[in-house]
């Protein structure tokens, strides 16, 4: 068994984030969505099957996108949570926020990222 490695954006918003390049086991993502963001409906994505953030189009979910509706001056906390042993992802895995449920189509910068994978 392998050892866990923090994946994070740090303090830096993005719209997109590579947290694994190879295959291995996701256990935790924790995902705030800013305050700055505008007011609408996001859909976060946990997408796996790429050694790099896919291209907008056909994507392959390791779960189901989780829907926001976000208000423009309040964050928003979002949490995929496979604790206590992990789901596997074969490739690579990613996060991304979207505007659309199906397919991809990514947001602006609005969201913070720290995860655990193995």
Request: net charge negative.
């Given at each position: 068994?392998?050892?866990?490695q923090?994946?994070?954006?740090g303090?830096?918003?993005?719209?997109?984030?590579?947290?694994?390049?190879?295959p291995?086991?996701?256990?935790?993502?924790?995902?705030?969505l800013?305050?700055?963001?505008?007011?609408?409906?996001y859909?976060?994505?946990?997408?796996?099957?790429s050694?790099t953030?896919?291209?907008?189009g056909?994507?392959?979910?390791?779960?189901?996108p989780?829907?926001?509706?976000?208000?423009?001056?309040?964050p928003?906390?979002?949490?995929?949570?496979?604790e206590?042993?992990?789901?596997?992802?074969?490739?690579?895995l990613?996060?991304v926020?979207?505007?659309?449920?199906?397919?991809?189509?990514?947001a602006?910068?609005?969201?913070?990222?720290?995860?655990?994978i193995?």
């Amino acid at each position: 068994m392998g050892n866990r490695q923090s994946v994070t954006s740090g303090q830096v918003l993005v719209s997109s984030l590579l947290l694994s390049g190879r295959p291995g086991d996701h256990f935790s993502t924790h995902v705030t969505l800013d305050a700055t963001a505008p007011t609408g409906t996001y859909y976060v994505q946990l997408l796996q099957g790429s050694a790099t953030v896919p291209a907008n189009g056909s994507v392959t979910f390791l779960h189901e996108p989780r829907t926001v509706e976000h208000t423009s001056g309040i964050p928003d906390e979002i949490v995929f949570d496979d604790e206590p042993g992990g789901v596997g992802f074969r490739v690579g895995l990613s996060i991304v926020l979207s505007t659309s449920q199906f397919p991809k189509t990514e947001a602006g910068p609005y969201m913070l990222v720290d995860g655990s994978i193995q």
